[in-house]
C-alpha cells in the first residue's frame, strides 16, 4: 500500500533548526514530485517548498528562502526539509506531498512548533 510517513517535527526555540523526513512507500517513488505543505488551524494549507522528480528543480515559497532546504534521496525513497533559523511563524503541521499527473498521496503529518 502507499504509505508517505513524516518524521523530525517537535519544539524548539527561535531560532533553531529541525529536519523532517518524509519516507515513501508502495509507489515509484523517484517518478513523483515531491512537496512539503503546512498548515495552521483554521487557515488553508500552505506550499513551503518543491522538488521535481526529473531535474530535480527545487522551489521555496518566500518565507523560508534562505532558511530551508527541500532535498530527496530516491535510493532511500526518502525526502527531507531542512529547515534553519526558525521563527515563531514557522509553527504548523508539516505534510509531505507526493504526485504524479492526476495521482497524488499526503502523508500524516508532523507537527513543527517554535517558540521559547
Known amino acids: 500500500q502507499v504509505q508517505l510517513v513524516e518524521s523530525g517535527g517537535g519544539y524548539v526555540p527561535p531560532g533553531g533548526s529541525l529536519r523532517l523526513s518524509c519516507a515513501a512507500s508502495?509507489?515509484?517513488?523517484?517518478?513523483?514530485?515531491m512537496r512539503w505543505y503546512r498548515q495552521v488551524p483554521g487557515q488553508e494549507r500552505e506550499l513551503v517548498a518543491f522538488?521535481?522528480?526529473?531535474?530535480?528543480?527545487?522551489y521555496y515559497t518566500n518565507s523560508v528562502k534562505g532558511r530551508f532546504t527541500i532535498f530527496r534521496d530516491n535510493t532511500k525513497e526518502m525526502v527531507y526539509l531542512q529547515m534553519n533559523n526558525l521563527k515563531p511563524e514557522d509553527t504548523a503541521m508539516y505534510f509531505c506531498?507526493?504526485?504524479?499527473?492526476?495521482?497524488?498521496?499526503w502523508g500524516q503529518g508532523t507537527q513543527v512548533t517554535v517558540s521559547s
Open positions: 508502495g509507489f515509484t517513488f523517484s517518478m513523483y514530485n
Open positions: 506531498k507526493a504526485n504524479r499527473d492526476q495521482e497524488i498521496y
Open positions: 522538488v521535481g522528480s526529473s531535474n530535480y528543480s527545487t
